[in-house]
């Protein structure tokens, strides 16, 4: 269109990205982490997962991500000592070295060298299959334990195998001392420790329970430990004079190294929680206190049968013990030191269980958990809904920080403890806001400036409402003198009280701090943010958006119970508006207008207006089709027909089964053609569900679906709804069967609001033509601009709406863009999306493209989100197809659904139950990782450590290293396209 | 959406407020909705009502989704009368010089306005004379048509089926499936979308021009080579009120056979059969014939926005606070049916070309080739004519705000 062409300056560069992927960076917690790993000089912690995916996570901002090409489980991660390189071991028995390599001034991550062990011609793959390593500390063996029981040694990172220093199990096997029990097999290799203080000796602890102490040199054993109970786990103490192991049957038993006494008994042995069976201690760690007794922490050998189910990690010093119970599966654990050699005392507790990274605090009495910056659940309950807000003014800023502080007081004051790498990212351009809706009635607010997504601050709205739950259960403490010694860590509760607290909908005026949020159950609830806390009753206002249509029946839950005593609010939100619809159907459209005072809301019934200030409704209508309450059985009648079509083919699996059984059964007595007719007819069934392949009817859209009274959007706006003279405030509302209703509302003069009604009337009803859902409507000034939000002018960051133009409707329908005139409704221009390519809109947001490079250059744009996972620039006011990208794989249809934009050009949306990925259209603003890893100094910790072999050993090894996640980096590149199909 | 709704509440009144229009004049009266009469007593009151006793004339009527029906027996008559809500709009014509194609549903979507305004307002400027006649309209309505004959391989089909307005359902459904096609590298097994039934008695089994496991090719001009099961079938939906499949059908008994001597009038068609088998050779052809293959040729990207008369419902000024009337509020509002952006001055020939399958008749037509700059040409210049046009149409009345 020449129209924009002429807007545009010459030669500019578009704001709107043009490289592939969009991506950024990825927030929360990796879905189904399998392997964890730390290095103390580098302070970098590495999480593997069951996808394939390896993240580091330093200080905070400091983040790094590679993708496995094998789509395996990572098993195992080892950093290499004092260096900047790690190992991977996947669960196709491939290793992989990875390094944090310099690039323009930042530190990337690259997997450098692969290797597969390979044994004689002829063995079985047992003897090849790797399931202990040891990265030497010399930085340049690998020590490869394997299920034959044979350890290879390899050299990194070339990945040359050192045939002539492997050690075989024949080897020591024959060395074993012969009353061992009877020379059976040893089993696998089930731990590789090197004794901290001579590198030559490493103890090989097999799956039998026999541990070995071998020396690297001399090529020979030193020392056998002849355990007898199955091996979990061992641990070389760090004055090199003990060994601790750990075993199946719950025990530990901690054996003296000396000598070549072969028929050492073990020093101390013992049950921690014994008596009855116990499960297997599957990792224990002994550290020494500069005064004082050690540290001893293991994992697991709870009593089998009362806490079988635990997931626990006790902590033993001196007199305190303690079994930290963790809500899910813990994957592995280590303990951060304190010192310039990290051998100081014990300072921290890190624990990476299935659904979150915990951080205990081992200096501070009573060991309070450390509030992690990143890697936090998302999904403490599951995710329900996100709102994005951008640009948040400093004072809201404040004071949601000040109403989150005083909610976690309970962490401890200590630093995070991984501080590894340089965070270089440059600020963030300004403050952003993400709240997530949850399951369990709660609203997170998450600071999403930057690349680590941080808690701020945590609303819970199940106060206003009596639920099953008792709020003074409180599972932290158990009781007094309680054996083992519980005490509840981490957040992740996936378990909701009452399903209809889930919020579905919210909605934020950054300017004047008020926050609507709506419910499961068709709960509007108005919040105010105080600084203090206040009890106070929330009145509940029912609304009855059946408006007498008759013959309709509300099968689905009921609606939530208020409290009706005054509630305690902590500082922070606090409601002081409660709208429940009635039928309690979930709140499908939320809006709120602050200037106004009035909250929007639809449900599949309708939609209405409430005047928060006034306390009442302004406006109820009914959607609902008249022809769809024809069949007496409310919108519910398709679930229930989906219901009955379910339990229907279940019944017909099921009799195809009984019957088939039933033959089997018989099969003895039966003659054979009995079975051959049964055969017979499983066949036929068979052909039958081959002959009915998938397949879709072809019907136009009739008033007479259901569900077409769904509101789908709604909408605020000063514009011109009577007249082109007189501009009006007006709500607009879209509905799954392609209608929009217009209402203009008359407010009273500021001066008599609070007296005075608010009214609306109905003024326009349109009903598209294709009925296609309608999902967005925006009014465009006489500037084709989209209309700044409520109170945006008037807080001097928006410039004023063009009222002297004539206004624009912006209808967005599942299928098609459309602009019409206003006020007289005729239709201007349209873009057609499905008709032409089979997609169809799922997400839609107006965004503010600014230019990087002029700062004074924008333009807005509709983001789009289809079913097919693209995502689409749509230039405004002329709907034009700007760009589009393959964005989020069109099967993920959680991730599509889950999809959220910001108001200038990012976007986020889950890739797991506790992952956002964020990514951006916009060239201003990009969040990504950028950030550095200097390689340790090798000063050498321990006097014992040979001298490196080349000049590597100058004070200054200061390897600047980089990644750049979003551009040019192949990992990165890799990650996301091996996402896709 | 409750436009059934509001017919009825309107057919309360026993009288049928008639408008009736004869070149620049009109008289309203009124007929009692109970006894309409016969058609015969109906002309005769036309005719004195406009005090044109012995003027021959063909009657029609706007119905309620805008489109100019015609009046010439009693049935239709009647259901004029009965579906009026609650103004029954009347167009008079001379017979002799009538314009036949301004009948019909399908015409009268694509160039309403224009013929709606020819009608109305320039009933003795110069307008082309009807191009031959096919077959008069009168009681019917085209419900498919094959479409793009000449330049189609002859394996291939490409339907049209008529939604709009019709109670009938489109009545079919598609599936995945696989095809063997030729391709450069030689017999290839490629995915495809097949018709999979069938709904007895729907709009795609009663053309008789679709039928079970034929494949289909293209949706409205668009490929579906590379798309879902999902995407073609939200492509349907999406342009169901005017549906435009090309299918290659598995029947290949009853492939419209064209002559190759009359062929060669069309210039394009005296093609050899054998190559149009494959997939491969279709688009090797159309790409010999210089245009791109998704042009339908008779109806041009353009011609297929007939979808776009969205239903514009505008509330009275008096209306109460809809607390005090909720939900069925049954202000006297009407539906105004909105000048749609697709206006353009008549081009016969394009609708010339398509056959009605309903007139029995399977008179191939050319002109094939001129029908696209044709188009090209009316929608450059329309732009004028329709802001004319909408502008006389807002003086005239028909849109009616309350």
């Known amino acids: 269109d020449s129209g924009e062409r002429v807007r545009k300056p010459p030669c500019h560069p578009s704001p709107v990205c043009l490289l592939f992927p969009p991506q950024t960076v990825e927030h929360g917690f990796p879905h189904q982490p399998s392997a964890l790993g ?4 580098l302070q970098l912690l590495a999480i593997g997962t069951r996808s394939g995916a390896i993240k580091l996570y330093g200080a905070p901002g400091v983040e790094f991500m590679g993708l496995h090409d094998e789509n395996a489980a990572v098993t195992q991660v080892h950093f290499m000592p004092h260096q900047v390189e790690l190992v991977t071991l996947l669960d196709d028995n491939s290793l992989h070295m990875w390094t944090l390599r310099g690039h323009k001034g930042l530190s990337e991550l690259l997997e450098i060298g692969r290797f597969t062990l390979t044994g004689p011609p002829g063995a079985p793959p047992s003897v090849t299959r790797v399931t202990a390593v040891l990265a030497h500390t010399s930085g340049e063996l690998l020590l490869l334990g394997t299920e034959g029981g044979h350890v290879f040694i390899v050299e990194v990172p070339g990945f040359r195998e050192l045939e002539e220093r492997n050690i075989s199990l024949d080897q020591v096997a024959a060395s074993v001392p012969d009353d061992y029990i009877g020379r059976r097999n040893l089993e696998h290799v089930e731990a590789l420790q090197e004794n901290p203080i001579n590198p030559n000796q490493v103890v090989i602890g097999y799956g039998r329970g026999l541990m070995v102490i071998w020396d690297l040199e001399k090529r020979c054993a030193i020392q056998h430990i002849p355990a007898t109970q199955q091996l979990e786990s061992v641990w070389w103490t760090e004055d090199g004079s003990y060994i601790l192991s750990s075993h199946s049957d719950g025990s530990y038993c901690r054996w003296m190294v000396g000598g070549e006494d072969v028929n050492d008994e073990e020093e101390k042995s013992d049950i921690p929680y014994g008596h009855f069976p116990c499960k297997a201690i599957s990792k224990i760690i002994q550290l020494p206190t500069e005064e004082g007794p050690p540290f001893l922490l ?10 079988g189910d635990r997931h626990c990690i006790t902590v033993i010093h001196s007199k305190t013990h303690v079994a930290l119970d963790f809500t899910s599966r813990i994957i592995d654990f280590f303990v951060i030191r304190d010192g310039l050699q990290h051998t100081g ?4 507790l890190v624990v990476l269980v299935e659904e979150e990274l915990v951080v205990i605090d081992l200096q501070t009495d009573c060991w309070p958990v450390i509030q992690t910056p990143y890697l936090v659940p998302l999904h403490s309950s599951a995710i329900t809904c996100s709102h994005h807000v951008s640009a948040i003014p400093l004072k809201l ?10 909610q976690n007081t309970h962490y401890s004051k200590k630093p995070w403890p991984i501080t590894g790498g340089q965070n270089l990212a440059p600020d963030p351009p300004q403050r952003d806001l993400l709240l997530t809706g949850h399951e369990d009635g709660t609203v997170h607010f998450w600071d999403a400036s930057g690349v680590c997504l941080y808690p701020l601050y945590k609303l819970s709205t199940a106060g206003v409402f009596h639920t099953d739950a008792d709020p003074n259960d409180n599972m932290n403490q158990g009781a007094e003198g309680e054996w083992p010694p519980f005490r509840k860590v981490g957040c992740f509760d996936p378990y909701s009280d009452d399903p209809r607290l889930g919020i579905q909908k919210i909605h934020l005026c950054k300017y004047s701090g008020y926050l609507t949020v709506a419910g499961t159950a068709g709960q509007i609830l108005v919040l105010e943010l105080n600084d203090e806390a206040a009890e106070q009753t929330v009145e509940a206002k029912v609304v009855d958006l059946l408006q007498g249509q008759e013959g309709f029946r509300w099968k689905g839950h009921t609606r939530l119970d208020v409290r009706e005593e005054p509630v305690l609010f902590p500082p922070g939100f606090q409601p002081f508006a409660l709208v429940q619809c009635q039928p309690p159907a979930v709140v499908t459209a939320l809006t709120l207008h602050s200037e106004w005072k009035l909250v929007a809301f639809g449900t599949s019934h309708g939609f209405g207006l409430y005047d928060y200030q006034q306390k009442n409704t302004v406006l109820i209508k009914c959607t609902l089709n008249p022809s769809d309450q024809l069949a007496m059985e409310g919108p519910l009648s398709r679930v229930k027909s989906i219901k009955k079509s379910l339990r229907q083919s279940f019944r017909r699996i099921r009799r195809s089964r009984v019957s088939l059984r039933k033959h089997h059964v018989n099969n003895t007595a039966k003659v054979v053609s009995g079975l051959q007719e049964a055969n017979a007819r499983l066949e036929a069934e068979l052909a039958e569900m081959e002959l009915a392949p998938v397949q879709r009817k072809i019907e136009a859209r009739s008033s007479d679906d259901s569900f077409t009274g769904l509101v789908r959007t709604l909408y605020f706006a000063d514009t011109f709804l009577s007249d082109s003279s007189h501009n009006t405030p007006s709500l607009w509302a879209g509905t799954n069967g392609g209608c929009v209703f217009a209402y203009m509302l008359r407010l009273p003069p500021v001066e008599h609001r609070a007296d005075e009604p608010v009214t609306a009337q109905p ?18 000034d006489g500037h084709g601009a989209p209309l700044p939000e409520p109170l945006e002018v008037a807080h001097d960051l928006a410039r004023s709406p063009d009222m002297q133009g004539s206004h624009q409707l912006l209808v967005i329908s599942e299928e098609q863009f459309k602009v019409f005139t206003l006020p007289k409704v005729s239709a201007k221009m349209k873009l057609k999306l499905t008709a032409v390519d089979g997609s169809r809109v799922r997400r839609v947001g107006v965004a503010w493209f600014c230019s990087s490079r002029t700062e004074d250059y924008g333009e807005s744009g509709l983001v789009v989100l289809t079913n097919q996972g693209d995502v689409h620039v749509v230039s405004l006011p002329h709907v034009k197809m700007q760009v589009q990208y393959p964005c989020i794989r069109r099967e993920d249809v959680s991730g599509i659904a889950s999809c959220v934009f910001t108001k200038h050009g990012q976007g986020f949306y889950l890739i797991s139950p506790s992952e956002f990925e964020r990514f951006s259209l916009s060239t201003c603003y990009l969040v990504e990782p950028r950030c550095l890893v200097e390689a340790p100094l090798h000063s050498g910790s321990s006097s014992q450590r040979r001298s490196q072999p080349d000049g590597a050993s100058s004070t200054h090894r200061y390897t600047q290293l980089e990644y750049v996640s979003n551009c040019d980096t192949s990992t990165r590149f890799f990650f996301s396209r091996s996402r896709r199909p | 959406m409750n436009k059934n709704h509001r017919v009825q509440s309107s057919r309360s009144l026993s009288a049928v407020e008639v408008k009736s229009k004869f070149g620049a004049e009109f008289r309203r009266f009124s007929l009692d909705r109970s006894k309409p009469g016969r058609f015969d007593e109906f002309y005769g009151l036309l005719q004195h009502v406009h005090r044109i006793p012995n003027v021959e004339l063909l009657v029609g009527y706007a119905d309620v989704h805008g489109d100019l029906l015609p009046i010439n027996n009693d049935d239709n008559y009647h259901k004029a009368i009965s579906t009026a809500s609650p103004l029954l709009r009347l167009f008079l014509q001379r017979k ?5 194609t301004a009948f019909g549903t399908d015409s009268l979507t694509r160039k309403k306005n224009t013929v709606l305004s020819a009608v109305l307002l320039r009933p003795d400027t110069n307008r082309k004379k009807p191009p031959v006649i096919i077959s008069l309209p009168r009681d019917f309505r085209p419900v498919s048509s094959i479409i793009d004959v000449d330049i189609l391989p002859e394996t291939h089909r490409r339907v049209r089926l008529y939604k709009h307005g019709q109670e009938k359902p489109l009545g079919f459904y598609i599936r995945d499936g696989s095809s063997v096609r030729v391709t450069a590298q030689g017999l290839e097994k490629l995915p495809g979308i097949f018709i999979s039934r069938m709904v007895p008695g729907g709009l795609a089994e009663s053309t008789g021009l679709l039928a079970v496991n034929d494949e289909v090719l293209e949706v409205n001009g668009i490929e579906v080579a590379g798309k879902s099961l999902d995407q073609v079938t939200d492509m349907m939906i999406a342009n169901s009120h005017n549906l435009i499949i090309t299918v290659k059908p598995a029947n290949q008994r009853n492939n419209v056979v064209r002559s190759g001597g009359g062929g060669a009038a069309s210039g394009s068609s005296g093609r050899s059969s054998d190559s149009g088998a494959s997939y491969y050779g279709y688009s090797s052809q159309a790409a010999a014939a210089s245009m791109p293959t998704h042009i339908i040729q008779n109806f041009p990207v353009d011609e297929l926005e007939s979808d776009d008369e969205d239903l514009v419902i505008e509330a009275g000024g008096e209306a109460e606070p809809i607390r005090r009337a909720p939900s ?16 353009r001055t008549a081009t016969t020939s394009v609708s010339a070309s398509a056959l009605s399958i309903n007139a029995n008749g399977t008179l191939p037509t050319s002109g094939s080739s001129g029908s696209l700059s044709n188009t090209n040409a009316t929608s450059t210049t329309s732009s004028p004519d329709r802001a004319m046009e909408r502008r006389s149409l807002e003086e005239d009345g028909t849109v009616i705000t309350l």
């Open chain 1, 345 to 348: 005392d014990p300072s921290a």
């Open chain 1, 397 to 406: 800023w404040e004071r949601v920080i000040a109403a989150g502080e005083l």
């Open chain 2, 328 to 343: 069925n509020y049954s202000m006297p509002s009407l539906p105004r049916y909105e000048p749609h952006l697709n206006l």
């Open chain 2, 96 to 100: 002799e010089e009538a314009d036949y």
């Open chain 1, 763 to 780: 003024a326009k009803e349109i009903q598209l033509m294709h009925r296609a859902p309608v999902v967005g409507i925006v009014v465009l």
């Open chain 1, 298 to 307: 293991f994992s697991g050998g709870m009593p089998r049968a009362s806490y």
């Open chain 1, 38 to 41: 730390y290095s103390p000089s």
